[in-house]
Structure formats: C-alpha cells, structure tokens
C-alpha cells in the first residue's frame, strides 16, 4: 500500500507556472505507475498525465500537452508536475494517483489504486 500527499497548490496569475509535488509513502514507490488528475468544480475528475515506474515513458492529456510535464525522483519517493503557460480552465484540484500495473495509458478514474487528498490550483485571468 501506498500514501499520497500532494503539495504546491496555489494562486497564479494566467501565463504563470506552479510545480506540484506528491510525496509517496512506502518502500515500493517504484513499483507503481504515477499520474495525476484534476477536478474542477462541478465536473468529473479527469485525466491529466502518468509516468511510468522509471520515468522512461510518460503519457499526458492532450489539454496540457506542451505545457505540462510529470516526472519522478524514485530516490525521493516523489513525483512532480510542472505546469507552465497555466490558464483560467486549469483552475481544479489536483491529485495525485498510484497503480500498480505498468501501462501509463489508463486515463479512468477507476483504473488506479490509490488517490492522494488533492491540492487546490487557481489560476486568475
């Protein structure tokens, strides 16, 4: 099993960037798949991007291709998303999510094991 914290939401301006943080509880954090989502209000929480357990492949959404990356230090038990060129419609809580199987292309809700409690982005236009 493994516990998520995310970190480093905040309030940006349109155009700004923000590096969101999730730190990851366990021995095995390099066993799982990361990724996050978001959640605006009002709306299903929906895919954002995944990083495979080495980092070597990644997949993103394609309404944050471009602007957003994810990566992982395993040494940290940490993975990041950095958002640049961040927009109002970016505006959602953010989450971070683990699972153990090995493909980065699972964009549903349900196809991931373990949800952290969200962190809040708000971008002002």
């Known amino acids: 099993q493994v516990q998520l914290v995310e970190s480093g939401g905040s309030l940006v301006q349109a155009g700004g960037s923000l590096r969101l943080s999730c730190a990851a509880s366990?021995?095995?954090?390099?066993?799982?798949?990361m990724g996050w989502f978001r959640q605006a209000p009002g709306k299903e929480r929906e895919f954002v991007a995944a990083?495979?357990?080495?980092?070597?492949?990644?997949y993103s959404a394609d309404s944050v291709k471009g602007r957003f990356t994810i990566s992982r230090d395993n040494a940290k038990n940490t993975v990041y998303l950095q958002m640049n060129s961040l927009k109002p419609e970016d505006t959602a809580v953010y989450y971070c999510?683990?699972?153990?199987?090995?493909?980065?292309?699972?964009?549903?809700?349900?196809?991931?094991?373990?949800w952290g409690q969200g962190t809040q982005v708000t971008v002002s236009s």
């Open positions: 990083s495979s357990w080495s980092g070597g492949s990644t």
């Open positions: 366990g021995r095995t954090f390099s066993s799982y798949t």
């Open positions: 999510a683990a699972r153990l199987g090995s493909s980065v292309l699972v964009t549903t809700r349900g196809g991931w094991d373990y």
